[in-house]
């Protein structure tokens, strides 16, 4: 169990919430499982710096995680093994609630991911610990799952980041804004189209795309 209070009531009120759905769904973790699993996973970075516990096991290389830790305290994540991780619901019970949609309707938890993820309650706190985790120039990936979190308001914090040597975070914030177009961001997509890398190029023009049709009447 994890030291700090607010990370074990987090935890312990999803073992709570989930205790009914356990004999349901297979694919969720008893108690003890998620220690266990959680404890094969403690090499992760997002276990380390989110305080992550693994909620199920659906006999892939993916799993949601419960961040017990600030800036996404209770939020759920995917960890994708080939596509994108991100926070995919906003708190446990979202989680819990689409297990049953996805059983209803014969589909996978991942069908019932929304497009966007969930903005961080606090971007302050998101914005100081992308700063820090860049800093230390070991935690890209944790960054790289943290941007679609972002309000995109910090224009400082986008320029650092479509500025750094690693292309995947600039590829990202494209990619973000993509999902969340905004006249306020087109220079922001312009420096992404503008960038040196294809990848990031690419998805920057994308971007750019998206917010010129914004407004635009369909035919």
């Known amino acids: 169990m994890p030291a700090a209070e607010e ?5 312990e ?9 356990l004999a349901l769904h297979p694919q969720l973790l008893a108690p003890r499982e998620v220690l266990e699993h959680t404890a094969q996973f403690a090499y992760h970075p997002l276990v380390q710096q989110l305080g992550c516990y693994v909620l199920d096991d659906a006999n892939t290389s993916d799993h949601h995680l419960l961040a017990t830790r600030s ?10 093994h080939d596509g994108d991780t991100r926070a995919v619901f906003d708190s446990a019970t979202s989680f819990l609630v689409a297990l049953q949609q996805a059983q209803a309707s014969d589909q996978e938890v991942s069908d019932l991911h929304p497009a966007l993820s969930p903005l ?41 980041l479509v500025a750094d040597d690693d292309f995947f975070l600039g590829e990202a914030v494209a990619m973000a804004i993509q999902k969340r177009p905004d006249q306020a961001l087109l220079p922001m997509a312009q420096l992404c189209a503008a960038h040196a890398h ?22």
């Open 13 to 21: 009120h999803y073992v709570e919430a989930a205790a009914p759905f």
């Open 7 to 11: 990370e074990r009531d987090l935890l």
């Open 198 to 219: 294809p990848q990031v190029a690419r998805a920057g023009k994308l971007a750019v795309k998206r917010i010129h049709q914004l407004g635009q009447r369909p035919q």
């Open 120 to 160: 961080a309650q606090d971007q302050a706190a998101l914005g100081a610990c992308i700063h820090r985790l860049l800093d230390d120039q070991e935690w890209n990936d944790v960054v790289v799952a943290l941007i679609p979190s972002l309000s995109l308001e910090d224009k400082d914090l986008l320029h650092r």
């Open 71 to 80: 800036p996404l305290a209770g939020c759920v994540l995917f960890l994708s």
